[in-house]
């Protein structure tokens, strides 16, 4: 049986991952031992479940203790699940739930870059990318369009953050990611690296990915682009397609460092997508099998 307590208490302790603490907060809570992050709705939450993420705690608004969330609750005995309804949840987390439920979870170890690039064909590189809406939806186009894995910059938003999950409907962790290490931090724990690493470029994390039997693709605009349906482009067994950040794009280092600099074709004076749109097409055209 679910161990069911109703929330009298605003400021109780046990409540503030859900309330009070911040996702960088979250992210270094039971360090040096990994943190937590918080999974919305309950497609997410199954998939985290399935991953095999440890839940520590839920908030669930009550009317769904024996509706959408019941079959969560049976996967997840013996830990506190937390309920009110969903007006006190709203003013509790300062948002109203996608679907009423929160889970508070475990991060699970990261994979290693060679454990994401072993046995795949098509990888997706991102270098700072910072809203987590933007990576959630790459994560979704990713999973959606045949890309094996994704590897990214510290300086990316985390896709275990509460949006960035929820964005992807979950999909962060269906499809294998990691973090590129910098050179300057090898051996260095990731999680408590990520809020402080200065990454700039991924310049010096092309070669280990070229090594590995990757060609790279920059999608950045250029004159020497190729465009996206170049026939030798395609034909490549191992590609890597490196996306770079809102607004400024690929770091001219990296771009320099590219297999290929690659041009989505554009129409009516449209100069650029934004990258969560740039990555669906480039997935579908570069991703088919």
């Known amino acids: 049986m679910p161990n069911i307590i ?47 993420c440890e839940p520590i705690s839920i908030l669930i608004e009550r009317k769904h203790i024996d509706g959408q969330g019941k079959d969560i609750l049976a996967r997840c005995k013996d830990i506190p699940v937390f309920t009110a309804e969903l007006e006190v949840l709203t003013q509790l987390t300062g948002f109203q739930l996608t679907r009423g439920m929160l889970c508070a979870m475990r991060r699970p170890k990261l994979p290693t870059v060679e454990e ?49 999950s929820r964005v992807s409907m979950g999909t962060v962790f269906q499809i294998p990611w990691t973090y590129l290490e910098p050179a300057s931090t090898s051996g260095v724990n990731r999680e408590s690296l990520l809020e402080e690493t200065d990454s700039r470029s991924l310049s010096a994390n092309l070669r280990p990915l070229q090594e590995l039997g990757f060609k790279t693709a920059a999608m950045a605009l250029r004159d020497d682009s190729v465009s996206i349906d170049d026939p030798a482009l395609m034909a490549e067994e191992k590609l890597a397609i490196v996306l770079g950040t809102e607004g400024d794009g690929l770091a001219s280092c990296t771009i320099s460092d590219c297999d290929y600099t690659v041009r989505i074709p554009m129409s009516h004076g449209v100069d650029s997508l934004n990258v969560a749109a740039a990555s669906a097409v480039a997935f579908w055209q570069l991703g088919n099998r």
């Open 6 to 52: 109703e929330i009298t208490d605003f400021h109780a302790k046990e409540l503030d991952i859900y309330a009070r603490l911040s996702e960088v907060q979250l992210l270094h809570y039971y360090e040096p031992h990994g943190g937590l992050f918080i999974a919305e709705s309950p497609k997410v939450i199954e998939r985290a479940l399935d991953l095999g």
């Open 116 to 164: 994401v690039c072993a046995n795949a064909r098509r990888i997706a590189v991102l270098e700072n990318v910072m809203n987590p809406t933007n990576v959630g939806a790459i994560f979704r186009s990713a999973a959606a369009l045949n890309i094996d894995g994704v590897l990214l910059t510290p300086s990316c938003s985390n896709p275990f953050y509460r949006r960035a």
